[in-house]
């Protein structure tokens, strides 16, 4: 496994929590990296992304505000900062790594993906 997530757990709504997503056995400081997201029965869904140099960020809409993306290019990391967190976004969250520096909400360019790490909301 390439890329590792973790940080997920069960919490409040309007708690906060951060992911982590490290990467391993290569570097990804030259690739977008992003947070994609899969909630029981439905599609995975695009949640965030920051371009290489973390000069960029792109957010769903449904995050926008309350979620922010970074990285640590030194420590092939990177992180989600999940605030006033709401029941809908229960879901499996998945880091990935673009093939491409620039951000992307396209899932299709991303090829490098970690194992997901669940996060559970309850109201």
């Known amino acids: 496994v390439q890329l590792q997530a973790s940080g997920g757990g069960p919490v409040q709504a309007g708690d906060s929590l951060r992911l982590s997503c490290v990467a391993s056995?290569?570097?990804?400081?030259?690739?977008?990296l992003a947070w994609f997201r899969q909630a029981p029965g439905k599609e995975r869904e695009f949640v965030a992304s920051?371009?290489?140099?973390?000069?960029?960020?792109k957010y769903a809409d449904s995050v926008k505000a309350r979620f922010i993306i970074s990285r640590e290019n030194a420590k092939n990391t990177v992180y989600l900062q999940m605030n006033s967190l709401k029941p809908e976004d229960t879901a499996a969250y998945y880091c990935?790594?673009?093939?491409?520096?620039?951000?992307?909400?396209?899932?299709?360019?991303?090829?490098?993906w970690g194992h997901g790490t669940l996060v559970t909301v309850s109201s």
């Open positions: 990935a790594a673009s093939l491409y520096s620039s951000v992307s909400t396209d899932s299709g360019n991303y090829r490098c």
């Open positions: 056995r290569r570097t990804f400081s030259n690739n977008a």
């Open positions: 920051i371009d290489y140099r973390s000069s960029t960020t």
